[in-house]
């Protein structure tokens, strides 16, 4: 059996005489519309998707729009260019900038709403330290809406011991959210950018694209090995009595 709610011609005069009852009307929402224009304007444009068209194809294309169609393209005009002006404004970084501690109130507790900030304490002269400015520079090129800074230890923190160096600091809002601190911190030398990008994702830092940790978590071998000490030496004490 047809059915009754196609829109056939043969429906339309079943319609007429009465015979079918009045097609139910569906509620158009905003979103139908949107896909109306935007399925009009793929048509225009030859098969091209909207949403990858530049603000210069949008206007282009403004002329071949009707009336009916011209308040949601405009809408969606408007949202694009929000959606451009955000990622400018989260994409304003892209390097590693030194800083001192006269500037630490400014650059990093008054970094913004929302703006996150690494900021590696290092020293000349200490191999693990070049390592991470190394790899920072890196990954502030590949998320410039991080804040990303350095900061000789001698120049922002008076009497910063050399055994926490290297160490990083994670900030958002002027609250630290995680601190790394010293080479146990960060596997020693054979620490890699992917790890290291990895690390910073977990705090939220960064959103990565690394779907696991590229190898297992740093653990504190020193800690360890005292622990195992000390549950050795217990077990000997026991064998005495």
Known sequence: MQDPNLDTEWNDVLRAKGILPPKEEKEITEEDLIKMVESTIENKS???NMGEMS???LNEL???VD?????IFEQYRRQRLAEMHAAQQRSKFGEVREISKSDWVTEVNKAGEGIWVVIHVYKEGIPLCKLLNQHLSNLAQKFPETKFLRSVSSLCIPNYPDKNLPTIFVYKEGEMKKQFVGPLAFGGMNLKKD?????????????????????????DVMNIAIRDSAINRGDDDDDDY
């Open 46 to 48: 030859k098969g091209r």
């Open 55 to 57: 603000l210069d194809d």
């Open 62 to 64: 403004e002329d071949n």
């Open 67 to 71: 009336e009916e169609e011209e308040r």
């Open 195 to 219: 790890e290291l990008e990895w690390m910073l994702s977990q705090t939220g830092a960064i959103n990565t694209d690394l779907e696991e940790a590229p190898r297992p978590e740093v653990k």
